[in-house]
């Protein structure tokens, strides 16, 4: 089957920085829009950050200028960039991911583990 495996996480102090990882792996012909969401519990799973394939980005208002979305279409590989982190960026990140496999002609997605994210002193 096809997984996002999702790495990078972990305790960070505020106004430092991570760099999230998910890679696709499995029988995946293409790889449409990647992106990154969050939740805390008791609330939504809000989208973060999302990446076409030819590289446009979308960022939520509350990261825009700190965070920064990127991918290596040849590794299957997203990547995000947390900087200048706050304690409101505390969260579990998701990858997402839109994708086709060989010889089906539809969209399917598929979400990564999670990664703990917490920013505190």
């Known amino acids: 089957q096809v997984q996002l495996v999702e790495s990078g996480g972990g305790p960070v102090q505020p106004g430092g920085s991570l760099r999230l990882s998910c890679a696709a792996s499995?029988?995946?012909?293409?790889?449409?829009?990647m992106g990154w969401y969050r939740q805390v519990p008791g609330k939504s799973r809000d989208l973060v950050a999302a990446?076409?394939?030819?590289?446009?980005?979308n960022l939520a208002d509350s990261v825009q200028g700190r965070f920064t979305i990127s991918r290596d279409n040849a590794k299957n590989t997203v990547y995000l960039q947390m900087n200048s982190l706050k304690p409101e960026d505390t969260a579990v990140y998701y990858c997402?991911?839109?994708?086709?496999?060989?010889?089906?002609?539809?969209?399917?997605?598929?979400w990564g583990q999670g990664t703990q994210v917490t920013v505190s002193s």
């Open positions: 499995g029988s995946i012909f293409a790889v449409n829009v």
């Open positions: 990446i076409t394939s030819s590289g446009n980005t």
């Open positions: 997402s991911a839109q994708f086709r496999q060989y010889y089906k002609d539809y969209l399917q997605s598929v």
